[in-house]
Structure formats: C-alpha cells, structure tokens
C-alpha cells in the first residue's frame, strides 16, 4: 500500500497483480511509454500527454507535467506510514546518529558492524516481530560506531540497536 499526496489531496493507492486500486476504485487507463519520461495516458476515454520531469528518491518525490500542468507528488510506503504510526519520522531520519528497533522482535539477522559505512537504504539488520521479517535499512547516510546487539537478541520497541 501507498498513500500520494497530490496538491494537498491525499490518496491511498494499492496494487494487486497488474491492476492499481486508488482509494478503492479499480484504476481502468492505458499507459503507453513513448520514451525518454514521456507518456501517453488514456483516462475515461481522455487523452493526456505525461512527462516524469523529476524523481526525488530521498524525498520520495515526484514531478510530473500533465498537458502542461506541473504536479509534485509524494509518496509514502508501508515504511513510511508505520513509522508515522509510531510517531516517527523518516523525513526527520536523514541525519544519521542512531537506529532503535520501531517494534519489539528478535534479531534474526545483522548485514553491518563498526566501520562500515552505509548510505540511505542500505539493509541493516533483520527484525522478526509477529512472524514477519522486517529489513531495517539506514535512512540515511553514515558510519557505524558500534553495534548494540548481537544476531539472537531478543529487543524492546526503542531500544538502541546501532549508533553511527
């Protein structure tokens, strides 16, 4: 799931195999590449001219002209929104000191130790909470100082996993 906040209007967008759901409508267009970020849309029997003019992957942003018409729209994963959920911010999460555990779980995995240096979204350890492995990826650029934990460790939501 995806939310997209287009022009303060936000949408919640879910893909399921080849179809895209937006705010639980079944999105019925063609989208055909005429190369080079150009697009041709066919929407409710309209045609648009669409050109990816600009993709911010760190501000998870993107710039689109529609016929001529400019929108930014930005985009929020299921990352995103569950550290919005917990009262985190990935936005803030750009300067690099610390990484806590966002949930309770068992360290099942461990990909970095001192002196590594990582940039953002780079894999650093795996969470098993509820039966589901979560890939906890530095959300920004750095260096790792020390390790907190060790692969078996068993953490509390919060606690201090690595600092950089």
Known sequence: ?????????????????????????????????????????LYQNKGFRAEVV???????????????????????????????????????????????????GLIIDLRVKAGDHVKAGDPLLVLEAMKMENIIKAPGEGTVKQVKIKKGDTVEKNQLLIEF
């Not at 019925?28 to 041709?40: C, E, I, M, Q, V």
């Not at 689109?64 to 729209?73: D, M, R």
């Not at 959920?85 to 990484?99: D, E, F, I, Y």
């Open 54 to 104: 600009k993709i911010d992957r760190e501000a998870k942003t993107v710039d689109l002209k529609i016929n001529n018409q400019k929108y930014t729209v930005q985009l929020r994963d299921q990352f995103d929104l569950l550290l919005e959920k917990m009262g985190m911010s990935s936005a803030a999460a750009g300067k690099l000191n610390v990484v806590k555990a966002p949930m309770p």
């Open 1 to 41: 799931m995806y939310k997209a906040l287009v022009n303060g209007n936000t949408s919640e967008i879910i893909q399921i195999k080849e179809n895209w759901l937006v705010n639980g409508n079944l999105l019925d267009w063609n989208l055909t590449s005429l190369g080079d970020g150009h697009y041709h849309i």
